[in-house]
């Protein structure tokens, strides 16, 4: 941008980055927000976390201020997402996330869910008696960290994030700190994407995952790809028959086709029990509310009304934690004319690039 050389420019960056671009002569520069928000997720089908109040104590352990001010590399930069479906960019946006909780609240919906919980303490030295040679420690105390387990076993979370994106680990490995400092084994898995999204979603190999989602488009189809029941049932293929040897002179039979019928999983007792749901990443669904998610789909409920009815219940399922809005930089250069820096979320500046027109070299 300095030498000319690009007349415009779109790039990640805090305060600083900012800051450069707009002492350039005759650059403009703007933050405008990209369509994705970075959320953690729970896998509630796993076993240790089935439990809503494990589910709740847990991300009520993270700090949200500082995951998302890791995520978006200064904390003047933040654009906090505290809903469950409409992203700050969205229009009628506000934030519905209840209360921070403390840890002390968190550690005791833990405990009454069955954990021991051993608080951090300082290993206190007995000072050396008279004439000993045991060399006197003049350091900070050692500190033993604490430990959440149950029937012996440390509460352990695997937190899955694609390797090829590293603010996602960096805001992984921040969670992780957060919960050890607590006593809870976390640790980060980075994987290929592929294998991160498939694999080990389907060997369980991972508890919760840290990464990137789209924001803004239909809020209605959001909506039911994030927390919707309906999941593809899998149907068993019958293996290709071998042909079989006829007998010279024999005429050949041909045997009636195989049908394999498609289980069909049958509905809960309970209308508001929350079921395995293998179709969307938090590995459980909702019942209560998927006739809302329909009426939503097929327009026989206003959005609005549907997120404020359901709103209150995704945030107690505890299984999706909004964390932040991506942002990025965008400047242009004074040898481009009618560059918008604005512009819907998910095109951007772009939207109107038919209409740029260079002036200078």
């Known amino acids: 941008m300095r030498n000319g050389d690009t007349q415009v420019a779109q790039v990640h960056g805090g305060s600083a980055a900012f800051a450069q671009l707009s002492a350039i002569p005759d650059v403009r520069t703007a933050r405008i927000v990209t369509p994705r928000v970075m959320q953690l997720t729970l896998r509630a089908n796993v076993p240790k976390l089935a439990d809503t ?21 200064s904390d003047n930069t933040v654009t906090l997402d505290q809903a ?7 229009p009628g946006y506000v934030p519905t996330a ?3 909780m403390t840890t002390t609240t968190a550690l005791g919906l833990l405990a009454a869910s069955g954990y021991e919980i051993d608080s951090n303490t300082s290993a206190s030295t007995a000072p050396p008696g008279p004439g000993s040679t045991t060399p006197v420690s003049t350091g900070p105390p050692e500190v033993i960290r604490g430990r959440v387990s149950k029937d012996g076993k440390q509460l352990s979370l695997v937190i899955g994030v694609a390797a090829n994106d590293p603010t996602s680990v960096a805001v992984a490995n921040t969670a992780a700190d957060q919960l050890r400092n607590v006593g809870i084994d976390a640790t980060v898995l980075a994987l290929d994407p592929v294998v991160l999204y498939r694999d080990a979603l389907n060997d369980n190999r991972i508890d919760a995952i840290v990464g990137w989602h789209q924001a803004g488009g239909n809020l209605a189809t959001l909506l039911a790809s994030r927390y919707s029941c309906p999941a593809l049932q899998a149907t068993q293929v019958p293996p290709p028959a071998s042909p079989a040897v006829t007998p010279t002179g024999a005429t050949p039979t041909v045997a009636p086709d195989t049908v394999v019928p498609t289980p069909q999983p049958g509905p809960p007792a309970d209308p508001g029990a929350l079921v395995k749901a293998p179709s969307n990443l ?18 026989t409920k206003n959005i609005n009304d549907v997120i404020t009815a359901i709103e209150p219940r995704l945030w107690n399922m505890s299984t999706v934690l909004p964390i932040l809005q991506d942002t990025t930089i965008v400047a242009a250069g004074p040898s481009v004319q009618n560059v918008s820096l604005s512009g819907a979320v998910p095109v951007g500046i772009v939207g109107d690039a038919g209409q740029w027109v260079k002036t200078g070299p």
Do not use: E, Y
């Not at 104590?57 to 890791?70: C, R, S, Y």
């Not at 938090?282 to 327009?299: E, F, K, V, W, Y």
């Open 282 to 299: 938090t590995g459980i669904c909702d019942r209560s509310i998927q006739s809302n998610i329909d009426a939503a789909l097929d327009g």
């Open 98 to 100: 209840p209360p921070a």
């Open 53 to 73: 109040q494990v589910r709740k104590a847990i991300l009520g352990l993270l700090d949200i201020d500082l995951l998302a001010a890791v995520g978006a590399g």
């Open 84 to 90: 469950q479906i409409r992203s700050p960019s969205d």
